[in-house]
């Protein structure tokens, strides 16, 4: 949880920044208010990027990572910012030419230096920036049906995610292993990106008076980031079930996310009605991450699994006691026995090892017990919470499931 907390530290630079950004438009009447906070950004930018371009080359092997973690999500949304706010450096620099050609000089000269140093950090000082501004400029332009209809879909999909319903066990037996962790962070980002986008504009519709929309935009942008939460809570209790205390960074992608998006969105409406709804997302978002993170890490997965057994056994003794046989497979529980199973949470994926005939029928799980990394072989087991009669074969999936477990560590 250390690298969890150091992460809210965060905050600090975030909220310097824009605290300082607010200062420097405060006048509504200076027409200089653009051109200030422009010289704020590029300045914050040349001050952070001036370190790592110094001392690359020992980033990743010093405390330098400390530091990197602290200031990375100001750097990445100054970055953005910047790109966002391309038309009016270009008026500005066709006014001072000289000033701003300097600039913007400084910040790829750093950026330069950096990726001679460590190509991996300048990555980060580079993709990033351009991949979230990207995906703001085009979310910027739907409509708001568009924008409302897109936000609800990626909202369902967070809480089917958040349920472990979007998980498919085979995508972690073969090369399209990665399409489900792409998926997670795109999700991420559309998430955080649409909910904040539905917090301004609900603020702004606030003041304008559009009731009823304004309250479907913070309903729907409430939604999305319970759906973020939820699936941020899912992977504490993964951890958790899993002992994988190397993966305990996980959330930090959410919290890193939820400040630069806030930044995005006050930074670009530092004068209006919009500022204390951007501010607040700032500020709320990565307390919410952090404290769903660390109740998901609370629970207790193996009590969870054992509680979900014994509904599945349930289900299949009201099956047998209706019909004179045990189901040949849980498929024949839904929907007349029960409307969903929910799989056993001792990894991503897991599912339920289930053998059934006329007068027997067995139900498990595999469990991993350790994870390889710290100095110990893996170790898992199956375990079964339900049996009747005695099978025909000792041979049954659970056999595939285990190997598959020792495979993948559960995540």
């Known amino acids: ?246 993966e305990d960074h996980l959330p930090v992608g959410a919290i890193f996310g939820g400040l630069v998006i806030g930044l995005l969105v006050t930074g670009l409406n530092l004068k209006d009605e919009r500022r204390i709804a951007g501010l607040s997302y700032t500020v709320l978002v990565p307390i919410i991450m952090v404290a769903a993170f660390a109740l998901g890490l609370q629970r207790q997965p193996l009590v969870l699994t054992e509680t979900r057994a014994e509904r599945v056994a349930q289900a299949v003794e009201r099956y047998h006691q209706e019909r004179g046989q045990y189901p040949s497979q849980l498929g024949d529980l839904t929907p007349s026995y029960m409307t969903y199973i929910l799989g056993p949470f001792t990894g991503r994926g897991q599912r339920w090892c289930y053998q059934g005939g006329e007068d027997f029928y067995r139900l498990g799980y595999v469990v991993y017990l350790r994870y390889p990394g710290m100095g110990f072989d893996p170790l898992s087991e199956i375990r079964i919470p339900a049996a009747r009669g005695v099978p025909p074969s000792p041979a049954w999936m659970c056999d595939a499931e285990l190997e598959r477990i020792r495979l993948t560590g559960g995540l």
Request: aromatic fraction near 8%; charged fraction near 10%.
């Open 1 to 246: 949880m250390l690298i969890i907390l150091l992460s809210l530290l965060s905050l600090i630079p975030a909220l310097a920044l824009l605290i300082i950004g607010i200062w420097v438009t405060h006048q509504e009447e200076n027409q200089q208010h653009m051109r200030r906070w422009l010289l704020v950004l590029f300045g914050a930018s040349i001050i952070l990027l001036l370190p790592f371009a110094a001392f690359a080359r020992s980033i990743r092997t010093g405390s330098w990572e400390v530091a990197l973690l602290l200031v990375l999500p100001s750097l990445v949304a100054v970055l953005a910012l910047l790109i966002l706010l391309w038309r009016e450096i270009l008026a500005q620099w066709q006014v001072e030419r000289g000033l701003f050609t300097a600039l913007l000089a400084a910040v790829l000269v750093l950026i330069g230096l950096i990726t001679l140093g460590d190509a991996y950090i300048a990555l980060l000082f580079s993709f990033l920036p351009v991949l979230l501004a990207g995906i703001w400029a085009l979310l910027g332009r739907l409509k708001v049906g568009a924008l409302l209809a897109f936000s609800a879909l990626v909202a369902v999909y967070l809480w089917l995610e958040a349920f472990g319903a979007v998980e498919n066990p085979q995508v972690y037996l073969d090369e399209s292993r990665a399409i489900y962790p792409l998926l997670n962070v795109l999700a991420l980002l559309l998430g955080l990106s649409l909910s904040a986008m539905l917090v301004v504009n609900g603020a702004k519709l606030r003041v304008s008076g559009g009731r009823g929309k304004t309250t479907v935009h913070f309903v729907l942008a409430g939604l999305t980031l319970l759906g973020l939460a939820a699936t941020v809570y899912r992977q504490g209790m993964l951890v958790r079930a899993t002992m994988r205390a190397a």
